[in-house]
């Protein structure tokens, strides 16, 4: 079974500072895939970035980028000029590509980041 | 294009009672999830479906029931409500796809307090 891990419960920046969210997971598989996921006060689940496992490059979506490393087995999250609507519950999550699996993701127990003005 | 539609949006039960959370999506997903969220422990998997007609147990089980009779539904039921139950419950669903890593869309949550 896989686990995720976020060591961080709570993470504060100031506005347009650069923060940088941290990740662990564990597997044996070699195929699979990353996502870190945003939850605002308003409960709504929402995908920030993903990652496919076989590639080596970093994914980036505007000010979102992370930091892959496959031997480490370490997902980190960087957010560029912080904004106050980063605001958030961040969470990292594991899907493997095996087709038994469904499609299940398997979360870390999430990081609160709080932007600061 | 309502996505993912959750109901109810809150509940409160007492001890003991029986309740049913609805799940709809209108992205013709064959895959549909339930994720219950605690506090430090992030979302865990109660049970899913790859299909209509099929169902399989997750992470945490037990206390919770499920049915898909049909592709868009995915219903989940507290038999006897414990106060352990009580939660912000999430509803999910993706397509099969799995060659680009089909995100999950998840609905708006439910929160249970079972007292």
């Known amino acids: 079974a896989q686990t995720v891990t976020q060591s961080q419960p709570e993470m504060s920046v100031q506005e347009a500072e650069t923060v940088t969210l941290s990740c662990t997971y564990d597997t044996s598989e070699s195929n699979y895939y990353l996502f870190w996921y945003k939850q605002p006060p308003s409960r709504q689940m929402i995908l920030v970035i993903r990652q496919e496992a076989y590639k080596q490059q970093n994914a980036t979506e505007n000010r979102f980028s992370v930091n892959f490393q496959k031997a480490a087995k370490s997902f980190s999250l960087k957010i560029s000029d912080s904004q106050l609507g980063d605001t958030a519950m961040y969470f990292c999550a594991f899907m493997d590509r095996k087709e038994t699996s469904g499609s299940r993701l398997t979360f870390g127990e999430g990081t609160q980041l709080t932007v600061n003005p | 294009n309502a996505g993912v539609t959750q109901t109810p949006k809150f509940r409160v039960l007492k001890t003991g009672q029986s309740m049913t959370l609805l799940c709809a999506q209108d992205?013709?997903?064959?895959?549909m999830y339930w994720y219950r969220q605690d506090p430090g422990m992030g979302l865990r998997l109660i049970h899913y479906?790859?299909?209509?007609?099929?169902?399989a147990k997750g992470e945490v089980p037990d206390g919770y029931n499920v049915s898909r009779l049909k592709k868009q539904n995915f219903l989940l039921g507290l038999e006897s409500a414990a106060p352990s139950q009580t939660s912000v419950y999430f509803c999910?669903?993706?397509?099969?796809?799995?060659?680009?890593?089909?995100?999950?869309?998840f609905g708006n949550g439910t929160r249970l307090t079972v007292t």
């Open positions: 992205m013709n997903h064959e895959y």
């Open positions: 999910a669903s993706s397509f099969r796809v799995r060659l680009v890593g089909s995100p999950l869309h």
């Open positions: 479906s790859v299909g209509e007609g099929t169902t």
